[in-house]
């Protein structure tokens, strides 16, 4: 059964591909130096909160891979 009055997708405009390189050219990213880059001090408020981070994060890692 279809209705008449079903609301359709929008259209978007079609956009040019633009490569990754590229976007990364334009907004100024550039590539990791060093694994220094990555680090946030104080990312967690304890040792409890990344406990749980991480027990969470193991535990979805395994759901998907049964």
Do not use: C, K
């Amino acid at each position: 059964m279809t209705s008449s009055n079903a609301e359709r997708m929008p259209e978007w405009p079609t956009a040019e591909h633009v490569p990754a390189e590229e976007l990364a050219r334009r907004q100024g990213i550039r590539p990791v130096a060093s694994v220094d880059d990555l680090a946030r001090p104080g990312l967690f408020e304890s040792d409890e909160e990344l406990d749980e981070f991480l027990a969470d994060l193991y535990t979805s890692r395994r759901t998907g891979a049964a």
